[in-house]
């Protein structure tokens, strides 16, 4: 139900800013994503990612950015004293964030540019190295604000992402909790 509600409010904002001003930006970056739960006999180490999609911004002043993005996170669980081996989290999916943000200098055509936003997103597991995705919910919620930096018609952004959703569904068997991500994106605009 959250994911009809999700994308249905995705087309309904999609639909209603047609009019204005339309900017494509396909984007590649990394990401490093860290858990919530704190464990007992080990850690977190958050490990390079990469993502590679797009956005579709509409708006001048105040903007609206539904994007699509591939994610590979990885995250590696370092146990210390043991000879158990560490456990990395391979996980990859499609992330779709619905973004609101503000200009705050500059604009399309400036040679500089600086806004700020936030939003919601949604995390569509695909798959997870060496686990049962049967495992792991299908789909994680979260919230993320962030900046961007436009010089000329290239782009980079920087988002931290909070997820609201635990991404395992038996707590009991392991509990790794929420997982936190910084989004690292870079990319060009082209205006319609």
Do not use: C
Not at 33 to 60: A, I, M, R
Not at 70 to 78: A, R
Request: proline share 4%.
């Amino acid at each position: 139900m959250k994911q009809v509600f999700f994308f249905a409010v995705l087309f309904i904002a999609a639909t209603g800013a047609a009019r204005a001003q339309l900017v494509i930006k396909p984007a590649v970056g990394i990401n490093l994503t860290d858990f919530s739960k704190n464990p007992s006999s080990g850690e977190y180490q958050s490990k390079v990612g990469y993502q590679v999609g797009g956005s579709l911004s509409f708006g001048q002043m105040i903007y609206l950015e539904p994007g699509l993005f591939f994610v590979k996170k990885s995250t590696e669980y370092v146990q210390e004293n043991t000879i158990q081996p560490d456990m990395k989290f391979d996980v990859s999916g499609i992330r779709i964030p619905l973004t609101v943000g503000i200009n705050l200098l500059g604009g399309q055509h400036a040679p500089i540019g600086l806004r700020a936003f936030g939003g919601a997103s949604a995390f569509l597991l695909t798959d997870i190295k060496d686990l049962d995705t049967d495992d792991f919910k299908s789909a994680n919620w979260g919230v993320f604000t962030g900046a961007e930096l436009n010089i000329s018609l290239f782009f980079m952004e920087f988002q931290y992402e909070w997820s609201l959703t635990n991404m395992q569904k038996d707590v009991s068997q392991l509990d790794i909790g929420k997982s936190r991500s910084l989004f690292i994106n870079a990319g060009v605009w082209i205006p319609l």
